[in-house]
């Protein structure tokens, strides 16, 4: 089968699925710097897209403005159904269905790995106390850490602490993940990752991680400038990708 | 009691995979101990400067103590004015027959800090052995350098006064007279040898390297300067003293202690060895219980002498034992103690710590109010009115508040949650327009207990959960109610309940009270103004920033003089604040200004991602701020806060100036009108800031502990 038979087939198993994510001409400016650029995309359910670029390029603006931690000026974004605006409630609802996992990880370091992870199901989801511990100790039993939850964060190394990063986001049980440069990638953490994406989670990840890319990614996104310049299933985009620079950041990074 | 020491191949073992494995941290290996003379070249005389100023300082230091020693121990000091008025000190005129209720209150406390200490304490810690032995040591040798400081005791005659002499006669061409006129020279000649000696050796590049002369020769330098100046004390005075030797006769009992006290130590020192004396640990509270101990039993056995002052007769019984109603109830308090330590450290071993953690913190917090009371309620308290109209209206609002609360913590109440609090507080407020505009009469405290109501029901859906978290709501609904109502009972009087004042107690006692309650009022004040200082809206903002400028620009006495003469203008007619009252808002409006600053800077150490984290879990801005961003913001502030703590602590000593009589103006005006004691203030004063003190360091101490605890600045 060759690269456009694939892509083509891709695509038209992706268009009978339901739209997560919808972007149209989103645009944002930090002060009169425009970091987003009339983007446009759709992401559609259990699809593990990858966005890739050099730094400054815009990706971790646009994944945070999927779930409202920065408000884009002009153009829409749907999640889920659910348009972004400044209403509260929608807010709301699209922060509890969009989980996501921060560079620096952002645990809370005052509490216990296991009160990390319970926190929010108990006082977001109102789930009973007993139920939010079992949660969690299974969670933590998933991404290969259960002898941790007594500990505070202070105490884990960063891949431990990458991953009770991804339990507490998957506590709120989401549909869509989202991983803002998970920087220290270790085998176990790409394993977690990489089971997640098996089991039908929908994924945005902006990495610099070439192999997960490879390896996991349904489609990889090239942005640069903050505008999206290139997309492609990862045979495409890493053996025949169509544009300059595209290829020159290939050349760089490989 | 014993801990293992380090074992190397546990250390290597651990650090095999850094991100799996536990980080404990590896046991450091001990340092060697030092030898007094390898402690003192490492660090008095580790250079020729440092030798200098070590000379320098160590003659100040021998300035001070001695000066300070002579004013304590001079035959001038009339230390049974304090003695006598001991009661007067910590209570004022606190009625015998009420007397009492003073001692359960103490005793409460002392069983409250028992089972806190045994509860926390961590097991096997405390002091260790060379540790506490040092300590021994150190305090004999302080106390056997006092006694040889000190100078010798005037020569009474039969009515007690000093024998006066002239000097010149006296020592005239001695050679102490030859010192006593020659003495700056002399220390002069002495100081200038050390800095020669010290550049001399050091030329000789055989200041460390060398042996011990150089050391040896400053501290002879120093010694001698020491006896200049005793020699030059003996010779200088008016008063004819006893002989030097004479002196140290007299003084054999203190010689005796000191022996005692550095031979305990010694022999610890010795007996155990170095690895054993290192490792070996004594719980604080038992060096704690053996000194309290010996106090205490000495109470019964020694012939302190029973002072008082009562009912206008002054008592003195030089020769007998402590008086009855002293020795027993510090006895008893000291059991207490005991007691409930080990009631502590038996339920921490039953592992139960956690489950009462909890449960012991609202106790500590609820002692305050229920002591208030047990110490200030008036004898002819209005019974009748509190059973008819206070305790049903506090009754009321527990319960009807607490159905509300209960309500909407409810999982799904959504929206109408919303609306529902926003119509309280709609109510409530047209409720005050309708005070002011003079309809309705209703009680303050109902309106005020209304508007806490709509207050808190706006907070409630952030709380809603299951069975047990409603029920933490209602719970904490109901606890507010009651010390509001018990404080507004006991400390105001809209609803016509006598109110005790000021005449009851005073003293340490309204210090204490004072201090309590101004924390108590100012810590969420300071919490809600920081808050407000860095909301997004900018009225809060606006409002909070005056506030703060305010009453950090205002001096603390015209913010207590307002609200003790001026304040009460204001109110309405059937509300009068009583000084203690006023004086309590005052210091705890100035306060919460300056805690507020506090807590600020601790805010602002609380990163962004903090934020980025909470808000993309999904949680609300109330749940954020009280999960996420104030337990952070407080651990780091700790240090500023103790600090602003200890110092709202000395502040109540304005209180003397706004005529309250507390433990300041105590010593300062009431001893020194007595009869007996006419313009005798000194000893009060000095024992005042001891007390004021032993108070603010043991604060400072506790801190210091907490933040260790904590892990300040480990993140």
């Known amino acids: ?162 991953r009770v990063a991804i339990a507490r986001a998957l506590a709120m049980e989401p549909r869509i993940m989202l991983f803002d440069e998970p920087t220290s990638v270790i085998k176990e953490v790409l394993d977690v990752m990489k089971e997640l994406a098996l089991s039908g989670m929908t994924m945005m990840v902006v990495t610099h991680e070439m192999g997960f890319a490879r390896e996991v990614a349904d489609r990889v996104i090239f942005m640069e400038d903050g505008q999206i310049v290139e997309t492609g299933t990862p045979e495409h985009f890493f053996t025949d990708p169509r544009e300059e620079r595209t290829k020159l950041f290939l050349s760089q990074i490989l | 009691m014993t801990v293992p020491m380090g074992d190397p191949a546990a250390t290597a073992a651990g650090s095999v995979e850094p991100w799996a494995g536990e980080r404990e941290p590896a046991q450091k290996p001990d340092e060697p101990s030092l030898s007094a003379g390898e402690w003192l070249t490492k660090n008095l005389f580790s250079s020729p400067v440092n030798a200098l100023l070590t000379v320098v300082f160590s003659l100040f230091v021998f300035l001070v103590v001695r000066g300070l020693l002579n004013f304590m121990f001079s035959e001038e000091r009339t230390w049974r004015a304090v003695k006598t008025n001991m009661r007067f000190l910590f209570t004022h005129a606190y009625p015998q027959e009420q007397y009492t209720r003073i001692w359960v209150c103490v005793g409460a406390i002392a069983v409250l800090s028992g089972l806190s200490v045994g509860l926390l304490a961590r097991v096997g810690g405390g002091i260790s052995m060379k540790k506490l032995s040092m300590n021994l040591m150190g305090t004999g040798a302080v106390i056997a350098l006092g006694i040889v400081l000190r100078e010798p005791s005037a020569i009474v005659d039969d009515e007690g006064l000093a024998l006066h002499r002239d000097v010149s006669e006296a020592v005239g061409g001695s050679f102490a007279g030859w010192l006593d006129s020659n003495a700056f020279t002399v220390l002069a000649v002495l100081v200038l040898a050390n800095v020669a000696l010290a550049v001399w050796f050091h030329r000789q590049d055989t200041y460390l390297r060398g042996g011990p002369e150089p050391r040896i020769a400053h501290g002879a330098l120093v010694l001698a300067s020491f006896g200049v100046l005793m020699v030059q004390q003996y010779a200088s005075g008016e008063v004819v003293r006893e002989s030097f030797a004479d002196a140290m006769l007299d003084r054999a009992w203190w010689w005796l202690a000191a022996a005692a006290l550095a031979g305990a130590g010694a022999a610890l020192w010795i007996g155990l060895g170095d690895a054993r004396r290192r490792h070996t640990f004594v719980p604080a509270m038992y060096v704690f219980f053996a000194v309290a101990g010996v106090m205490v039993l000495s109470s019964w056995v020694y012939p302190w002498g029973h002072y008082g002052f009562l009912e206008g007769e002054f008592i003195a019984e030089p020769g007998s034992t402590v008086a009855m109603t002293t020795k027993l109830p510090w006895t008893v308090m000291l059991l207490l103690l005991v007691a409930t330590y080990h009631l502590g450290r038996v339920l921490r071993a039953a592992r139960a710590g956690p489950k009462l953690r909890v449960p012991l913190n609202l106790l500590w917090v609820l002692t305050p109010f229920v002591l208030y009371w047990a110490v200030l309620r008036d004898p002819d308290l209005d019974w009748d009115h509190v059973l008819s109209t206070d305790l049903p209206m506090a009754l009321f609002f527990a319960a009807f508040g607490g159905l509300v609360m209960w309500f909407l913590a409810h999982p799904r109440i959504g929206e109408a949650g919303r609306v529902i609090a926003a119509v309280l507080v709609a109510v409530a407020a047209l409720n005050w327009v309708a005070a002011y505009l003079g309809w309705y009469p209703m009680l303050q405290k109902a309106r005020i207990s209304f508007l806490l109501l709509a207050v808190v029901a706006l907070l409630a859906h952030n709380f809603a959960g299951d069975r047990s978290q409603r029920m933490k709501l209602v719970a904490a609904w109901v606890a507010t109610m009651a010390v509001f109502h018990w404080l507004v009972t006991l400390v105001n009087s809209p609803s016509t309940v006598d109110t005790p004042t000021d005449a009851l107690i005073g003293g340490f006692g309204i210090t204490l009270i004072v201090a309590v309650f101004t924390l108590l009022l100012a810590f969420p004040m300071g919490v809600l103004l920081a808050l407000a200082r860095t909301s997004k809206l900018p009225i809060f903002r606006v409002l909070s920033t005056a506030y703060i400028e305010v009453f950090r620009g205002v001096p603390l006495i015209t913010v207590l003089f307002f609200f003790t003469l001026i304040f009460n203008l204001f109110l309405p007619q059937s509300m009068t604040l009583v000084d203690i009252a006023g004086a309590t808002i005052g210091f705890a409006l100035f306060s919460a200004a300056y805690l507020a600053e506090n807590i600020r800077g601790g805010l602002q150490a609380v990163r962004r991602g903090q934020y980025e984290a909470s808000d993309a879990v999904g949680l609300t801005t109330v749940q954020r701020t009280l999960f996420i961003v104030l337990p952070q913001a407080l651990r780091v502030s700790i240090p500023p806060l103790v600090g602003q703590v200890i110092a709202t602590f000395k502040e109540t000593s304005l209180l003397a100036i706004v005529g309250i009589f507390d433990f300041l103006r105590i010593a300062d005006k009431v001893i020194s009108a007595q009869s007996e004691f006419l313009g005798v203030k000194r000893e009060g004063l000095l024992f005042v800031s001891f007390i004021y003190w032993l108070f603010a360091y043991n604060m400072s101490k506790h801190s210091q502990r907490l933040e260790k605890r904590l892990g300040v600045g480990e993140r």
């Open chain 1, 1 to 162: 089968m060759s690269v456009s038979d694939a892509t083509t087939a891709l695509t038209e198993e992706l268009a009978a699925r339901d739209d997560m994510i919808v972007c149209e001409g989103v645009n944002k400016w930090f002060g009169d710097f425009q970091a987003l650029d009339g983007i446009t995309a759709i992401i559609k359910e259990r699809e593990v897209v990858v966005v890739l670029g050099p730094s400054g390029s815009g990706k971790s603006t646009w994944i945070r403005c999927i779930n409202r931690l920065e408000a884009h000026q002009e153009g829409r974004i749907v999640v889920d159904g659910v348009e972004l605006t400044n209403d509260l409630r929608n807010i709301e609802k699209i922060r509890s269905e969009v989980g996501m996992v921060f560079q620096q990880f952002n645990l809370f370091p005052h509490l216990t790995v296991e009160d990390n992870v319970t926190l929010a199901p108990i006082w977001v989801r109102k789930k009973p106390k007993g139920e939010a511990e079992e949660l969690a100790r299974s969670l933590l039993e998933r991404v290969g850490i259960p002898e941790q939850a007594e500990k505070y964060p202070g105490q884990l190394s960063g891949g431990q602490q990458q």
